[in-house]
């Protein structure tokens, strides 16, 4: 007995989605500084959290959520507080593989740098093959 419902496309377009890939190398662009008060901890947070890959695809405004949830993670560290506030921005800032996968963000293995291979000498030029049997042909 068939099945009801619209015939499935060939090539299964209803099961992707876009991912958005980023090249797994650490991010060394520009980001805001924290306040030089903030605990030793939470400059750690801050190096790694500036470091993800994905911080390249980050604006100014995300940058300046970014700074607030670092204060969130300094009165946690200060308080043992916020601790829900702080897992939840740090699952939304992408900082675990999960919480990447959820949003869609791929790291991929940037292409190894080949080395350009030196010209060697060349040797006659390409012919079209079809035009030289042709003429082969025509001469008979």
Not at 67 to 95: D, K, N, P, S, Y
Request: charged share 25%; net charge positive.
């Amino acid at each position: 007995m068939p099945l009801g419902g619209r015939i499935p496309d060939s090539d299964h377009a209803g099961l992707r989605y876009q991912w958005t890939e980023v090249p797994n190398v650490p991010y060394k662009g520009p980001h805001p500084d924290l306040p030089r008060n903030a605990p030793r901890e939470t400059q750690a947070w801050w190096k790694a959290l500036c470091a993800l890959p994905h911080a390249i695809l980050w604006t100014d405004s995300d940058w300046v959520v970014h700074q607030v949830t670092a204060l969130i993670h300094a009165a946690f560290v200060r308080t043992g507080r916020h601790a829900v506030e702080l897992r939840r921005r740090e699952t939304a800032l992408g900082m675990t593989r999960d919480s990447r996968l959820r949003m869609r963000i791929r790291y991929i293995d940037p292409a190894p740098k080949t080395k350009q291979a030196k010209p060697t000498k060349a040797g006659p030029p390409p012919t079209d093959l079809a035009a030289e049997r042709r003429k082969r042909l025509t001469q008979k």
